[in-house]
């Protein structure tokens, strides 16, 4: 299973992919649990205390890492270096371990965003494409509010991508805009998952606004969350009700692909 997350900042993708991680790494699954999102926070998401957080370097500023695999050094555009270096042993190398879950945090890379192509954006994509494509673990993509991450190939390798929405128009708005990139992408399908629902009418909303995409679930506004992200506990400790709801849209999920 190869899960990619996006949404609005704020809508709360990463407590999603937070709890779809301890899911299936509750199953006994080997878990991939990728932060793509510069502002990253997936870590206190699965539970890392913020001593282990700080030891934890993001793969985009491991300037030796880079400079040994491309060939060239970071920060440098325009030169030549390798577009596809080796990536296969990062996970195992620069990961952190926790259960049975492996978070790689990718880094600040400008990515495709800027029309920047450098050593570190290659090492990226390709260590991207090898997690979704070439690897047999389940992979949780945490990113930011689009899909600029992805290239046709490795899209076309990820069995969802799942759009967090939250009831309010500029969520709605980033919804459409992302299955607009994945349209564009080979990607024929994109899922909705409701977070932060105080009634049914924010449910009914967010269905009658994106009538056109898939909804797989829903997850209740639970002020124990941000309790929660407070404290640096893992999502999945919220309630047994968050749970539930998460259990429920895991296995919708499932079933729709």
Not at 27 to 52: H, M, T, W, Y
Not at 61 to 84: D, M, Q, S, V, W
Not at 189 to 195: I, Q, R
């Amino acid at each position: 299973m190869k899960i990619a997350i996006t949404g609005k900042g704020g809508v709360g993708k990463t407590t999603v992919s937070a709890l779809l991680s301890h899911l299936y790494s509750s199953e006994g699954k080997k878990v991939i649990a990728v932060d793509a999102d510069p502002d990253a926070n997936f870590a206190s998401a699965l539970g890392i205390s913020r001593n282990e957080i700080e030891k934890i370097r993001p793969i985009a500023e491991i300037a030796e890492l880079i400079e040994e695999r491309t060939g060239a050094k970071p920060g440098t555009g325009g030169g030549i270096f390798k577009i596809n270096p080796r990536v296969d042993d990062i996970p195992e190398g620069f990961g952190h371990k926790i259960n049975n879950i492996t978070l790689l945090v990718m880094g600040k890379s400008k990515f495709a965003a800027s029309g920047c192509y450098c050593p570190e954006h290659a090492l990226l994509r390709r260590l991207l494409k090898h997690l979704i494509v070439e690897r047999d673990e389940v992979v949780i993509v945490d990113m930011e509010a689009g899909i600029e991450h992805f290239t046709r190939g490795t899209a076309e390798g990820v069995n969802a991508f799942i759009v967090v929405v939250e009831p309010g128009q500029r969520s709605i708005q980033t919804a459409v805009a992302v299955k607009g990139l994945a349209k564009g992408l080979g990607v024929k399908k994109v899922f909705v998952v409701a977070n932060k629902v105080r009634k049914e009418e924010d449910v009914l909303f967010i269905k009658n606004n994106l009538s056109d995409m898939d909804f797989i679930g829903q997850i209740s506004f639970n002020e124990s969350i941000m309790e929660l992200d407070i404290n640096g506990l893992p999502s999945y400790k919220a309630s047994q009700k968050t749970l539930d709801e998460a259990k429920a849209i895991k296995g919708n999920l499932e079933k729709a692909i």
